[in-house]
């Protein structure tokens, strides 16, 4: 069974950084693509990055764009998500999620994720 245990999260001033942490237990974590979503009061979930199993490939939701960057360490069994320059409207729920080692491909939907983990809570003040 995989486990996803995100950390990192807090208040942050707008215009601040913080750096999320997923730990994923088990010896498969270089054979899932990994993938960071969102989800703020009242809205749903969102994509927020996502990395290939090597981390030869990112995608980002154009939100976050020069302002986030997602990487992983495959000795470590940890995907981050660094958040700089922060606004308000990032905050929300932040989710760390893998797909099944069977899948290759990086994507952007939620529904093509099957490990999730807990959650860790990004609230930025204006």
């Known amino acids: 069974q995989v486990q996803l245990v995100e950390s990192g999260g807090g208040l942050v001033q707008a215009g601040g950084s913080l750096r999320l942490s997923c730990a994923v237990s088990g010896r498969t974590f270089s054979s899932h693509v990994m993938g960071w979503f969102r989800q703020a009061p009242g809205k749903e979930r969102e994509f927020v990055a996502t990395?290939?199993?090597?981390?030869?490939?990112?995608y980002y939701t154009d939100s976050v764009k020069g302002r986030f960057t997602i990487s992983r360490d495959n000795a470590k069994n940890t995907v981050y998500l660094q958040m700089n320059s922060l606004k308000p409207e990032d905050t929300a729920v932040y989710y760390c999620a893998a797909r099944p080692p069977s899948r290759a491909t990086v994507t952007t939907s939620a529904q093509e994720y099957d490990y999730w983990g807990q959650g860790t809570q990004v609230t930025v003040s204006s």
């Open positions: 990395i290939s199993r090597t981390g030869s490939r990112v």
